[in-house]
């Protein structure tokens, strides 16, 4: 079983951007926290960040067949990108979006939501703690879609 996390443009920058927004702790931080949850769970896990739009919906496509669950935070993009929504649909992999401030509180331009429509879940306004919950929520589909694997192929045994 595999994640994706994917981290859009100025992310790089947690820590530096913004911290009054986005607080003080470094992407390399809150992959580090997520990557022990996978390893506690016998998970998967990849982490991927490009301030790229193609880029973006390149590593979205490459999940396909390859991964069983995405976390992606767009960043700017999620206010722009029909292209990483369609890819996101395209794919069909269960996709959980997190945005580390509430973008429903901020500037009138950041409630536009291209990507949330195509996602199982959104997270959004919990700070860098949005990464754990959407690995707690990803677990939690993952174990329910093997669950319901498991029961089709007992069926059809029968
Ligand atoms: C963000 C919110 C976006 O509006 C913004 O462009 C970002 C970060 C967040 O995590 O809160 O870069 O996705």
């Given at each position: 079983?595999?994640?994706?996390?994917?981290?859009?443009?100025?992310?790089?920058?947690?820590?530096?951007?913004?911290?009054?927004?986005?607080?003080?702790?470094?992407?390399?931080q809150?992959?580090?926290?997520?990557?022990?949850?996978a390893?506690?769970?016998?998970?998967?896990?990849?982490?991927?960040?490009?301030?790229?739009?193609?880029?973006?919906?390149?590593?979205?496509q490459?999940?396909?067949?390859?991964?069983?669950?995405?976390?992606?935070?767009?960043?700017?993009?999620t206010?722009?990108?029909?292209?990483?929504?369609?890819?996101?649909?395209a794919?069909s992999?269960?996709?959980?979006?997190?945005?580390?401030s509430?973008?429903?509180?901020?500037e009138?331009?950041?409630?536009?939501?291209?990507?949330?429509?195509?996602?199982?879940?959104?997270?959004?306004?919990?700070?860098?703690?949005?990464?754990?919950?959407?690995?707690?929520?990803?677990?939690?589909?993952?174990?329910e879609?093997?669950?319901?694997?498991?029961?089709?192929?007992a069926?059809?045994?029968?």
């Open positions: 079983m595999k994640i994706v996390v994917i981290q859009g443009p100025n992310l790089n920058m947690l820590g530096i951007r913004e911290q009054h927004v986005y607080g003080p702790m470094k992407l390399e809150i992959h580090a926290q997520m990557k022990d949850v390893t506690q769970h016998g998970v998967e896990i990849e982490f991927f960040q490009s301030n790229l739009e193609g880029e973006i919906v390149d590593k979205v490459e999940c396909y067949g390859e991964a069983q669950g995405i976390i992606i935070n767009p960043a700017a993009y206010h722009t990108s029909i292209a990483i929504r369609d890819a996101i649909s794919v992999i269960p996709t959980i979006e997190v945005h580390i509430n973008i429903h509180r901020r009138e331009f950041r409630k536009t939501n291209m990507i949330a429509p195509v996602c199982a879940s959104s997270i959004v306004g919990f700070g860098p703690f949005g990464y754990h919950l959407a690995m707690m929520g990803m677990l939690q589909i993952m174990s879609v093997k669950a319901a694997q498991e029961a089709q192929q069926a059809g045994a029968n």
